[in-house]
């Protein structure tokens, strides 16, 4: 059974920081993409911060310079390092892990974490 847990998230005010983690279980950890998605209220899900099996990362122009995305294989662990917070990064923050095959492409989703930017 795969199981995706995030947490960390919290309420903060702007300028501060947080640290989520995504812990996985049930999958070839090293084998997969991780990525930090998130969500507000009306609006599609948005890709935050990627990194790959091999460690390249990617990030969506906003967060550039602010969010650190990282995995630790032998905890099975992705994080998402936020500083510099700002109100118009109040979201649901959900972990994603994806497997890319010839064929096919598996997703699987955290159940998210609610971070609130605000004084």
């Known amino acids: 059974q795969v199981q995706l847990v995030d947490s960390g998230g919290g309420l903060v005010q702007p300028g501060g920081s947080l640290r989520l983690s995504c812990a996985a279980s049930?999958?070839?950890?090293?084998?997969?993409?991780m990525g930090w998605y998130r969500q507000t209220s009306g609006k599609q899900r948005e890709l935050v911060a990627t990194?790959?099996?091999?460690?390249?990362?990617n990030y969506v122009d906003s967060v550039k310079g602010r969010f650190t995305i990282s995995r630790d294989n032998a905890k099975n662990t992705v994080y998402l390092e936020m500083n510099s917070l700002k109100p118009e990064d109040t979201a649901v923050y959900y972990c994603?892990?994806?497997?890319?095959?010839?064929?096919?492409?598996?997703?699987?989703w955290g159940q998210g974490t609610q971070v609130t930017v605000s004084s």
């Open positions: 994603n892990a994806n497997w890319k095959g010839l064929l096919n492409t598996i997703n699987y």
């Open positions: 049930g999958i070839i950890f090293s084998g997969y993409g």
């Open positions: 990194i790959s099996s091999g460690g390249s990362t």
